[in-house]
């Protein structure tokens, strides 16, 4: 029954924000209604008309129009009529500040209320430029309703990393189709490129060249090629 919070998440690519993000508004979505978890991916949806049509579609169930104006006006309906808090994370959120939006779409939508006679709403918003303060970059206006907790994603440690791909293995493979040893050098690999990602793509490629072949076990070969 409170307000949403707001946050800024930052991490390098592959540390797991936008996974975590979603198993969380995943849970929440199953818990209660009255909160309305909403993802943009800013990276594909880079204006105000398609970042509105995601939050409309996600919050009513059903595709958006193509008028601004009536698409909000439907968002808040059915947040008003649900008593239900809006929280939308904007993921890759740097794209919006390239487009030139991204004070627009922070101070619409945190001033939601203001208009549209709703509860306020909060945003996650989320980069992998460490570089970049997306705090410093709302103007003043925005800076007075965006107040976010920072959530830092650190890189896994190698360790961490070996865990997350044996975790993948047990689930994708056949027990002993993935040795220690290959799975230590592709945890050493990963480690390197900083992106639990790679470790993934390369089991998975790894799996497919020994399926092919007619083999029950990976190799370090299938690794390494």
């Given at each position: 029954g409170g307000s949403a919070l707001s946050a800024v998440l930052r991490g390098l690519p592959g540390t797991g924000k936008t996974t975590t993000v979603r198993r969380v508004f995943a849970a929440i979505t199953e818990e209660t209604r009255r909160v309305a978890p909403v993802y943009v991916n800013c990276r594909h949806d880079h204006s105000a008309l398609a970042v509105y049509r995601s939050i409309f579609r996600q919050v009513c169930g059903y595709p958006a129009g193509r008028h601004l104006d009536e698409i909000k006006q439907g968002i808040a309906a059915r947040l008003r009529d649900r008593d239900a808090a809006l929280v939308v994370c904007l993921d890759d959120a740097d794209e919006l500040i390239v487009a030139g939006i991204y004070n627009t779409i922070l101070y619409q939508?945190?001033?939601l209320y203001e208009k549209w006679?709703?509860?306020k709403a909060g945003v996650f918003a989320v980069t992998s430029?460490?570089?970049l303060n997306l705090y410093a970059e709302a103007d003043a206006s925005v800076r007075s309703v965006f107040r976010p907790a920072e959530v830092t994603f650190l890189p896994y440690t190698r360790a961490e990393i070996r865990d997350i791909l044996a975790d993948r293995v047990?689930?994708?493979l056949y027990p002993g189709v993935v040795p220690p040893s290959v799975l230590d050098l592709v945890a050493e690999m990963t480690a390197?490129?900083?992106?639990i990602r790679v470790g993934i793509a390369l089991l998975r490629a790894a799996a497919v060249r020994a399926e092919k072949d007619g083999r029950f076990?990976?190799?370090r070969k299938d690794v390494l090629d």
């Open positions: 939508i945190l001033r006679d709703v509860r430029d460490l570089a047990r689930q994708g390197g490129e900083r992106d076990r990976v190799t």
